[in-house]
């Protein structure tokens, strides 16, 4: 998590909104619970919070497009990042098994690509192939399987 705290003088609560508004959605089938249903929840997962004193906590990977929404929106802040440094200079060694020939083509045509999607059927290793990818891509990667 990071934090952003609104300057002196900044309304924290517009700042919330503005943010809440951007980095919050509505959860398919809220209707049929029951937090919903009796009004305690409005349906949606909110992922800006609230924190002691003049804090708002949001999760790390959305800091740097919150402060750009701020920024735009003309409000001054005051940032703490806490976000760890990347790793730099760390060479990743494959370990697993040895990938087959329409997997290493699979890699060599992602990496000749500015992006697409991996198009395989059940258990063809797309796993293995994001893996094989991150491995020599050497960056910053979120891996969602």
């Known amino acids: ?69 701020l920024r735009a929106k003309g409000y001054e802040l005051d940032e703490t990042d806490a976000r760890p440094a990347a790793p730099t200079g760390l060479r990743w060694y494959w370990t697993g098994y040895e990938p087959r020939e329409y997997q290493r083509e699979a890699v060599s045509a992602a990496r000749a690509s500015s992006g697409g999607v991996l198009n395989l059927a059940i258990r063809a290793g797309k796993t293995l192939i994001a893996a094989l990818l991150v491995q020599n891509t050497g960056g910053r990667t979120l891996f969602v399987v």
């Open 1 to 69: 998590m990071s934090t952003l705290t609104p300057a002196d003088g900044v309304d924290r609560e517009a700042v919330f909104k503005a943010l809440d508004k951007r980095f919050s959605y509505a959860v398919d089938g809220a209707w049929f619970s029951p937090a919903y249903q009796n009004g305690t929840w409005d349906g949606r997962v909110h992922l800006v919070r609230k924190a002691r004193g003049n804090l708002l906590k949001l999760p790390g990977g959305l800091y740097d497009e919150a402060c750009k929404i």
